[in-house]
C-alpha cells in the first residue's frame, strides 16, 4: 500500500508539473492573444482529452479514503489538525507580505498590473500597516482597503482580466469575517475561489495557444516529447482539474503540496516574476495544506452509491468545463 502511495504521488507531479510550468501566460510572453477558433479548440483530441478526465475523476473519489486510512497518512493529518489556530495568521501576514513585495516591484496582485498613481502604492502601504497590527478591527480595515485596491484594477483592467486574481477577493472575506458568526464560511470561500481562479487561468491555454506556445519555445520549457500544441492543451487540462478538485474538495492536502513544489521549481525557468506573481497562491497553499477538509462536505457526499458517485462526478466535470470554456470565449 505504501508504495502504492509513493506511485501516485510520484504520478500527479509528473502529471502537473507541464500544468503549472506556464502558469499565468500573460507575464512571461510579449506575444499578442489570438484567439484560436473554437472549432480547432473543440477537436477530436480535445473530447477524448476531457471524457478520460471526466473517467479518471470519477473513480478518484472511491480511492481517496484507502488513501487516508493508511497509518502515516493518519498521523500526518492529524498533526496538520492542530495546526489549524495558526491559518488565519499565517493569511494575515502572508497578505501583508505579498502586498510590500507587489508594491516594491512596481505592481498590485499580479507583475502585469502596475500602478499609475502615486495614491495606489500609499495606500497599499497603510493596508500592511492595518494587517500587521494585532486588533481585528484593524484586519478589517485593511481587507477593506485591499478591496478598494482591487475594484480600483477592475475598473483599469476589466472584470474578465481580474478574474484571474479573483482569490483574493476570498483572502478579503477571510480577512472582514475574522470574529464574526460568519467567519466559518471564510475558508470554504477560499477554496471555491481558488480552484475556480484555476480553472479560470487554464482555459486561457485552450483559447489563447499561441501565447503559452511560444513561452515553451523562448524559455525552453521541457515538452517530454509531445508537440507544443498538443503540450499546452494537457496543461490546460492537468491545471483546470487541479482548479476542480479544490472546488469539489478531494485531495486538498495532497494538491496543496504538489503545486507548492511546482511553483517553487518553476522559479528556475521564470525567476523572480514568478515569485512576485504566486507569492500569494503560496499562502492560500499552505493554510489548505494546515485546514484540509474537515469543514467540508463534498457534493459527490449526497450519492449514496458507488455507480451514483461516478456518473454524479463524470457528468459534473464536462458541464462545468463546457461552461468555463464558453463563458470564457465569448467574455475574456
Known amino acids: 500500500m505504501k508504495k502504492l502511495i509513493v506511485s501516485f504521488m510520484a504520478g500527479a507531479v509528473l502529471l502537473l508539473t507541464p500544468a503549472l510550468v506556464s502558469g499565468h501566460v500573460k507575464w512571461f510572453t510579449e506575444t499578442e492573444p489570438v484567439k484560436e477558433p473554437i472549432e480547432e479548440i473543440i477537436s477530436p483530441f480535445f473530447i477524448f482529452a476531457a471524457l478520460f478526465t471526466a473517467v479518471v475523476l470519477s473513480v478518484l473519489p472511491q480511492i481517496l479514503p484507502r488513501l487516508m486510512n493508511v497509518e502515516p497518512v493518519r498521523k500526518l493529518d492529524k498533526k496538520l489538525e492542530a495546526m489549524r489556530p495558526y491559518t488565519f495568521p499565517i493569511l494575515r501576514y502572508g497578505t501583508a507580505a505579498a502586498l510590500i513585495i507587489q508594491v516594491l516591484t512596481g505592481g498590485l496582485f499580479a507583475p502585469e498590473l502596475a500602478y499609475e498613481t502615486v495614491l495606489v502604492p500609499l495606500l497599499t502601504w497603510a493596508a500592511v500597516g492595518a494587517l500587521i497590527i494585532p486588533h481585528r478591527f484593524a484586519v478589517r480595515i485593511g481587507a477593506v482597503i485591499v478591496l478598494c485596491l482591487f475594484l480600483n484594477k477592475v475598473f483599469q483592467y476589466g472584470i474578465f482580466h481580474m478574474l484571474d486574481y479573483a482569490f483574493y477577493l476570498a483572502v478579503i472575506f477571510v480577512l472582514f469575517m475574522a470574529g464574526t458568526k460568519y467567519e466559518k464560511w471564510g475558508f470554504p470561500l477560499l477554496y471555491l475561489v481558488t480552484g475556480l481562479s484555476l480553472c479560470w487561468v487554464a ?111 463524470f457528468l459534473n466535470f464536462i458541464f462545468v468545463l463546457c461552461t468555463f470554456l464558453l463563458i470564457y470565449y465569448r467574455f475574456a
Open 203 to 313: 482555459v486561457e491555454k485552450w483559447v489563447y495557444p499561441g501565447m503559452a506556445e511560444d513561452i515553451i519555445l523562448s524559455h525552453g520549457v521541457p515538452t517530454f516529447g509531445f508537440a507544443a500544441d498538443t503540450f499546452v492543451s494537457l496543461s490546460a487540462f492537468i491545471e483546470f482539474v487541479v482548479g476542480y478538485l479544490l472546488v469539489v474538495g478531494i485531495l486538498n492536502r495532497l494538491l496543496a503540496f504538489v503545486l507548492t513544489g511546482i511553483f517553487m521549481m518553476t522559479t528556475t525557468l521564470f525567476g523572480f516574476v514568478e515569485i512576485v506573481g504566486h507569492f500569494m497562491i503560496h499562502i492560500i497553499l499552505v493554510t489548505f495544506i494546515i485546514e484540509g477538509v474537515s469543514f467540508y462536505k463534498p457534493p459527490i457526499s449526497i450519492h449514496k452509491t458507488i455507480i451514483d458517485q461516478m456518473v454524479f462526478v
